[in-house]
């Protein structure tokens, strides 16, 4: 039975994060701290205020003890808090990430850590809630698991990218669920979709879990064995993330910013009205440190200024004296890979404001005038407009792998090379404008460089294939184009030498 019940959400949602539910209590995230909250009457308070980010808080199974990741130190650790408040223990010192992901049936902390993995890849462990050694468990590769009480037996998920924000992902790297009994060390896949399955949890003989094979991520479940598949709600437009159960098979997760709540007695899932007083300090208004953001920086023709990108807008900045201006000033857009005509007296940027990227010109001193060059939706996403130093026309390069050249003051593109397996993001024109000169991936592996003459309209490779070669730059004559040329031969057998 699919049964979902939207009339009881809230108006405005209260974002919740990552929650989990013991009895009638859920604890959960809100802004970076942890919250707990009694599911029938709504009423909340908080159970942390540090500065650091909590995140993945897990009841233990008697309710006394919160266990969740934080970063307090500069690194992200496990931590336990009792429910009542008080001093956190922190239970793991390794610098690698660790997340919890639930708790034992006799107490211990369950967490995810590659303290041990040297390619990031993630194993479970355990720790004793009031701390101790962290023993890891004879499980390999794992990113989610549960325990079911009852019988022993082990459901997981070994990859972890559910939380991602990749929708309806098909691929290597969907998720599955596996199973088994440690005490036998027999491990099967139980799920083998082309679909992303994760969150495993137990309760009454049946492993539940989210997958979205119905369009949207759902909660589902079936028997150990692979039979008896059942889906258990609908979310419609919003999925439903990171799901925990709770000791009765009630299960809580979020769907739309609400917390809603899975009652198996009932087949039904209801969002719980929160009365939320969080501070929410990080809506009120601020003043960052744009330098502390910068992405991109290009200096004047004249060398007298400097056009700096911070937090996805153009300023104008004196080498020595003079003013900062801002040149764009769109709030709600993000412009990015800001270039110089040769005289300086307009910029070329890459700008989303319209929803999709576009290649616009505009007055560098911040006096608007935008001229569109590449219209939005052309390309997915674009890289660096390079102005030629004639001022007739400009190079960029797209998401395809694909390198142009086009009209300073728009037309058609003239498609120049396309890479072999790689976006294209190395080029630069010759002093006099009639030469481009990239560097292109080859199918050997390594990179070479290509001139375009836009005089006919020919490519030529320039460099061997045999050798990678890269970075290319002219001469300020235009009579020779230097490279970086990675020429070390020596045969190794792999990465590491010993």
Do not use: C
Request: net charge negative; no cysteine; hydrophobic share 35%.
């Amino acid at each position: 039975m699919l049964l979902f019940a939207p009339a009881l959400a809230l108006a405005e949602p209260a974002y919740v994060q990552t929650p989990d539910l013991h009895g009638d209590t859920a604890v959960f995230a809100v802004a970076g701290d942890l919250w707990l909250a009694d599911v029938q009457t709504g009423e909340t308070r908080p159970l942390t205020t540090h500065p650091g980010i909590e995140s993945w808080p897990q009841f233990s199974p008697d309710g006394t003890w919160v266990a969740y990741s934080a970063m307090y130190d500069g690194n992200v650790d496990v931590f336990a808090i009792r429910v009542e408040g008080g001093e956190p223990v922190r239970l793991t010192w390794h610098p690698a990430y660790e997340q919890v992901v639930g708790f034992t049936p006799q107490g211990d902390v369950l967490f995810r850590s590659s303290a041990l993995q040297e390619n990031g890849s993630s194993e479970i462990w355990k720790v004793p809630v009031t701390g101790g050694e962290p023993e890891r468990l004879p499980l390999g590769f794992a990113a989610q698991l549960a325990v079911d009480p009852t019988s022993g037996m082990w459901a997981f998920e070994r990859l972890g990218y559910d939380y991602r924000t990749w929708k309806r992902y098909r691929g290597g790297r969907a998720g599955d669920l596996w199973v088994g009994d440690p005490a036998k060390g027999d491990y099967r896949q139980l799920t083998t979709t082309e679909h992303g399955e994760a969150f495993p949890m137990w309760h009454d003989g049946r492993v539940y879990f989210l997958s979205d094979q119905g369009g949207t991520a759902d909660l589902w479940s079936m028997k150990p064995d692979g039979t008896a598949l059942a889906r258990h709600t609908d979310s419609g437009d919003w999925d439903a993330r990171t799901p925990s159960m709770s000791d009765d098979g009630r299960i809580a997760y979020v769907r739309a910013g609400d917390l809603m709540i899975w009652d198996p007695k009932t087949g039904r899932a209801a969002a719980v009205p929160l009365d939320l007083k969080a501070e929410r300090s990080l809506t009120r208004p601020r003043h960052p440190w744009a330098m502390r953001d910068t992405s991109w920086w290009t200096l004047s023709p004249a060398g007298d200024r400097l056009m700096v990108v911070a937090r996805g807008e153009a300023f104008s900045l004196p080498v020595e004296e003079g003013p900062t201006l801002p040149v764009t000033r769109t709030s709600g857009a993000r412009e990015s890979w800001v270039g110089y005509s040769p005289d300086g007296k307009r910029v070329v940027y890459v700008t989303d404001a319209s929803g999709e990227e576009a290649i616009v010109t505009a007055d560098a001193w911040g006096r608007g005038n935008e001229k569109t060059v590449v219209p939005a939706g052309t390309s997915g996403w674009h890289f660096w407009p390079l102005w030629s130093p004639d001022g007739k026309r400009i190079a960029y390069a797209d998401q395809m792998q694909t390198l142009y050249v086009v009209p300073a003051d728009g037309g058609a593109p003239v498609q120049v090379d396309r890479g072999a397996q790689q976006e294209i993001r190395d080029y630069t024109w010759s002093p006099d404008g009639r030469f481009l000169a990239y560097t292109r991936d080859q199918r050997v592996g390594y990179q070479a460089v290509f001139v375009w003459d836009s005089r006919d309209g020919k490519t030529h490779q320039v460099t061997a294939s045999t050798t990678s070669d890269h970075s290319p730059a002219w001469d300020p004559q235009g009579r020779y184009l230097y490279f970086v040329s990675d020429r070390a031969t020596n045969p190794h057998i792999g990465e590491r030498d010993f």
